[in-house]
Structure formats: structure tokens, C-alpha cells
């Protein structure tokens, strides 16, 4: 088994080897990491019993978003895409060998409790609950990083710090163009199943509670088989699976019987209710012990004596020991023996019961077939009556499709004339609103012309008017001149003969009083020259 265990790793080693990395330094492959993990890191712990109790609730991982951010894995891509499927079969083979077994161990993540599964060549697979089912962790022996994680949708594969694969949840291939979009995801999945398996080693194995294995062993048993529909379903994976199966089950074969073993004493547990102490797991072979001794150290007879007597006791109790373990051991192989026997006639008569179900599913094969035949004929007829008024009615539907476009044609005819029409008189309505408001406007401008030249003849008229009247006015003016300067005049002729007047009788006075004088002179009367 140790040797198709190399040519396993060999398998995987030269498949990382023919990477084609995106980064210009090449990282150590996975096979060699493996080894030099399987050198530093000590070996997991034996299975732990299950516990017995009822129930408890499992809570589940959280989902890809929610998983801390991580370091970006490199991304690097296989040389031969034929041996991408590697990291894939692998693990489904895993899972697989360990079939429905419960679990070796669980252990706590603060509110996880991931389950854990380690194969006696130190394969190991952990599955942690999330929303809707499992997600799954694949680790080679020793090795403290993965290189398959299968999320509800996606799987990775890694060689060391790479990604060198991506799958869909049908098992195809995705192309190394399709990577950077998942990188972020790989990411987290890759520093979760590092943190995982760290924990692991750190924290204490205690057993899963058998009530929680029965509630979800159904399904984990159906991720199992969509699993093995997605590679009958793809071709590439197929191949590759065909290719190294014979290999891969002489590998897998102690460890398929062994888990199937523990499968079925589960199955025995169950039917009695969980009643019984729980079964001891399967033992793994025993490893040699350490020797001890103090190294000459203490001189003392009676402490080298001491010593002797305890180190004879030890013995004794190795001894004792083994000799238990052996009868443990034959007792398993008789137990086994008897199984494989009760194995063998329940197979027997499965097979005495399976001649009988397949005989009589040939009669029932017969009978449905004549009975088959006969639907088939009563469908032909049917689906001839069934095409017959099909036709009929295709060919109503068909003249009513013709009378609803004659219909349609006839109506669209006469919605066209109507809008012509409607158009015309519209179109006559709005001449006559043009023509209207053409008068309109044109009585509206002789009515500006006529009140214009109203306005014009009546501002003549005021104007001539107002000539006559300043005509008058200057005439009148004039006149009063006249009749002033007239007046004036006569006034001043008057005055003149007044003044002539006035200075006629002055004079005359004058002419009398010279007179009086002089006759006043002469003493006597002179003669009277005036009267």
C-alpha cells in the first residue's frame, strides 16, 4: 500500500511539476511540501468513540463573503489539461473510500464544529456545516495546506500557495481566463482550510454526537452521489477517472472495508436506539513505543533495583496489554469473519430474491411492453384524431385569421376614409377659420384705415378750424388795432383840436388882456377892434 501511496503522491508531483506559473519564480510543488510537512508535523490523533444524546444544534460556517479577507493566491495553470482532474478525483476518491462512515473526530471553531475524517495513510477531509449542506476540505498526508476545497458552487484546487484549478458545481473544468473573477474566494477558502487544519492540531478531538451524524449522514451521502453524477456527466473527468481507477481502488481497499465496517456497526448502534455504549472505533496498527530509561544517572542499588521491579511491571503490563489486543484483535477478525459470512448468505439471498424480482420484472417487462405496445397504438390513434383536428382547426383558425384580416382590412379601409375625411373637413374648417380671420384682419385694417383718415380728416379740420380761428383771432387783433390806433388817433385829434382850441382862446385871453391893458394905458375907451 506504501507503494502506490508514492506513486499516488508522484501522480500529483508530476502534475504540479508541469505547471505553467504566472509568476517568474516557481514555487516548491505540492508533493515536496507534503514531505517536508509529513517530516515537522506529528501524526493526528486515533478516532474518538461517538458520544451518545440527543441532538444539538449544529451552527453553520459562514459563507464566502462573510470569511475574512486573505492574501491573494497565485494563480498558475496546468500544462496538460487532461491532468487538471487530478486534485478533483482525488478527493472525490476520498470520499468515497470513507463512504458513510461517522466521523473520526470533531473539534470546536469558536460556534463551528468542523467534522474530520483521516485515512490510515494520513489522507484527511474536514466538512463544516454552511447554509444548505457541507463544505469540504482535502489535505495529503501531512501536509498542513489543502489541495482541494469544495464550496456550494465552486471547487478549488491548489498546488501549495496556487490555484491551479476551478470547477463549477457540474464538474467542468473552467478556463484559466475564468480564475482572477474566483481568486478572491479561493483566497478566503485557502487561509480558512490553513486556519482549519492548524486548529485541528491545537484544540481537543472530541467525539460527534451520534444523534447529529444520523440527521445529516443522508446529506453528506447525497453530496456523495452528485458528485459521482457530475463525473459520469463529465467527459474529461471521466476520462482521467477511468485511467487510474484499477489503481486507485487497490489503494482505497483495506480503507473502503474498514469504513464500511464502522459504517455498519453504526447502522447495528442506530437500530437500537443509541441505546448501547457507543462502538469503539476500528484500532490502527500500533506504533512502536519509545524506549525509556533514566541513563545511568542514579547509582543508588536499592533506586536501581526499584527501577528494575518497575520496568519488570511494565512489561508485564505491555504484555498483558498486547495480549489483549491480540485477542481484540482476533476477536474483530472473527466478528469480521462472522460479517463477511452473515455478509455472504444476506448476499445470497438477495441474489435468490433479485433472481426472483428480476424474473418476475421480466413478466412485468412483458406485460408493460405488450401493454406499452397497446398505448402506443391507442396514442397513435389518438395522435392521429389529435392531427386530424388539429388540421380542422388550423384551417378554422386559419379562415378566421383570413375573415379578421378581410374584417381588419375593410375596417382599416373605412378608419381611412373616415380620416380623410375628417381630414378634408378639418382641413376645410381650417381654410374657413384662415379665410375668416384673412376678413377679419382685412376689416380690422379698413377699420384702422377708415379710423385713421377719420382721425387724419378730423385733425384737418381742427387744424384748419384753428387756422380760421388764429385767421379770426389776427383779424379781430387787427381790427381791435385799428379800431385802437383809430380811436388813438381821434382821441388824438381831438385832443389836438382841444389843444388848438385851448390855445385859440389863450390866445384870444392874451389879446384881450393886452387890449384891457392898453386901453388901461390910454385912460379911455379905445376902439373896440373885437367883440
Known amino acids: 500500500m506504501s507503494s502506490l501511496l508514492f506513486r499516488r503522491a508522484g501522480l500529483l508531483a508530476a502534475t504540479a511539476m508541469a505547471l505553467s506559473l504566472a509568476a517568474c519564480n516557481q514555487s516548491p510543488t505540492a508533493s515536496n511540501q507534503s514531505a517536508d510537512a509529513n517530516d515537522a508535523l506529528p501524526a493526528l490523533p486515533d478516532a474518538v468513540p461517538l458520544q451518545q444524546g440527543a441532538a444539538t444544534p449544529i451552527a453553520p460556517a459562514p459563507a464566502a463573503q462573510a470569511l475574512p479577507a486573505a492574501a491573494p493566491v497565485k494563480l498558475a495553470r496546468v500544462a496538460q489539461s487532461s491532468q487538471a482532474y487530478a486534485y478533483l478525483d482525488r478527493a472525490d476518491g476520498v470520499f468515497n473510500t470513507i463512504g458513510d462512515a461517522p466521523p473520526d473526530y470533531a473539534y470546536d471553531d469558536g460556534d463551528v464544529s468542523p467534522w474530520a475524517w483521516q485515512t490510515d495513510d494520513g489522507d484527511v477531509q474536514y466538512a463544516e456545516p454552511i447554509d444548505g449542506g457541507y463544505r469540504y476540505y482535502y489535505y495529503e498526508p501531512g501536509a498542513d495546506t489543502p489541495y482541494l476545497v469544495r464550496g456550494p458552487d465552486y471547487s478549488y484546487g491548489y498546488s501549495g500557495d496556487q490555484l491551479v484549478a476551478v470547477y463549477d458545481d457540474r464538474g467542468d473544468l473552467l478556463p484559466p481566463d475564468a480564475y482572477y473573477a474566483r481568486q478572491d474566494y479561493a483566497s478566503r477558502y485557502y487561509a480558512r482550510a490553513v486556519y482549519l487544519n492548524r486548529l485541528s492540531r491545537e484544540r481537543e478531538h472530541r467525539g460527534v454526537v451520534a444523534a447529529n451524524w444520523a440527521a445529516r449522514r443522508a446529506d453528506i451521502a447525497a453530496a456523495r452521489a452528485q458528485w459521482t453524477e457530475n463525473r459520469a456527466r463529465q467527459a474529461e473527468w471521466q476520462a482521467y477517472h477511468d485511467q487510474h481507477d484499477r489503481q486507485e481502488r487497490q489503494h482505497w481497499a483495506d480503507e473502503r472495508a474498514q469504513r464500511q465496517a464502522e459504517a455498519q456497526r453504526f447502522e447495528r448502534w442506530q437500530q437500537v436506539g443509541f441505546h448501547r455504549p457507543p462502538p469503539e472505533p476500528i484500532a490502527a496498527p500500533d506504533r512502536p513505543q519509545r524506549p525509556g530509561g533514566f541513563g545511568g544517572g542514579d547509582r543508588d542499588p536499592a533506586r536501581q533495583q526499584q527501577i528494575a521491579e518497575q520496568q519488570r511491571r511494565q512489561q508485564m503490563q505491555q504484555q498483558r496489554a498486547q495480549q489483549q489486543r491480540q485477542m481484540q484483535i482476533a476477536q474483530m477478525q472473527q466478528r469480521q469473519q462472522q460479517i463477511r459470512n452473515d455478509r455472504d448468505a444476506q ?123 388764429q385767421s379770426e383771432a389776427r383779424q379781430q387783433q387787427t381790427q381791435q388795432r385799428a379800431q385802437a390806433q383809430e380811436q388813438a388817433q381821434q382821441a388824438h385829434a381831438q385832443m389836438a383840436q382841444q389843444r388848438a382850441q385851448a390855445q385859440q382862446q389863450a390866445q384870444q385871453a392874451r389879446a384881450h388882456a393886452q387890449q384891457a391893458r392898453a386901453a388901461a394905458q390910454h385912460g379911455g375907451e379905445g376902439p373896440r377892434h373885437h367883440e
Open 347 to 469: 448476499q445470497a439471498a438477495r441474489q435468490q430474491v433479485l433472481a426472483q424480482q428480476q424474473a418476475r420484472q421480466a413478466a412485468q417487462h412483458q406485460a408493460a411492453a405488450r401493454q406499452q405496445a397497446q398505448m402506443q397504438r391507442d396514442a397513435s390513434q389518438r395522435l392521429s384524431a389529435q392531427r386530424a383536428n388539429d388540421q380542422r382547426a388550423q384551417m378554422q383558425e386559419q379562415q378566421r385569421q383570413r375573415a379578421e384580416a378581410r374584417q381588419q382590412a375593410r375596417d382599416t379601409q373605412q378608419q381611412q376614409r373616415a380620416q380623410q375625411q375628417r381630414a378634408q373637413v378639418a382641413a376645410q374648417q381650417q381654410a374657413e377659420r384662415r379665410q375668416a380671420q384673412a376678413e377679419q384682419r382685412q376689416r380690422q385694417q379698413s377699420a384702422r384705415q377708415q379710423a385713421q383718415q377719420e382721425h387724419a380728416q378730423a385733425a384737418q379740420q381742427a387744424r384748419a378750424e384753428a387756422q380760421r380761428r
